[in-house]
């Protein structure tokens, strides 16, 4: 089976990870796996990562704080960074 890339999951929920993960795996995919953001956002500068599956309710940081440093808009600034 041809590999189609990389999926990273951020979320702290092993249940969740263990669910999606071999479905994933099983279509071809390299999986990541993180628990936290600031884990995701050093994955994601460091790997060619070409899926995010973000749990929106982290505990360390909102999604829609996390999307911007994600995408690198570094001047946004957050009170979690």
């Not at 990389?6 to 999986?31: A, H, M, W």
């Not at 990541?32 to 360390?60: F, H, M, W, Y």
Request: charged content about 30%; overall charge negative; hydrophobic content about 35%.
């Amino acid at each position: 089976m041809k590999k189609r890339g990389v999926v990273l999951i951020t979320d702290p929920d092993l249940k969740s990870k263990e669910r999606l993960c071999p479905f994933l795996q099983n279509e071809g995919y390299n999986v990541e796996l993180t628990d936290r953001i600031s884990e995701c956002i050093s994955t994601i500068q460091n790997k060619d990562i070409g899926v995010l599956v973000l749990d929106v309710e982290a505990p360390e940081m909102k999604w829609y704080e996390a999307i911007p440093i994600i995408k690198g808009d570094h001047h946004f600034i957050s009170k979690h960074a």
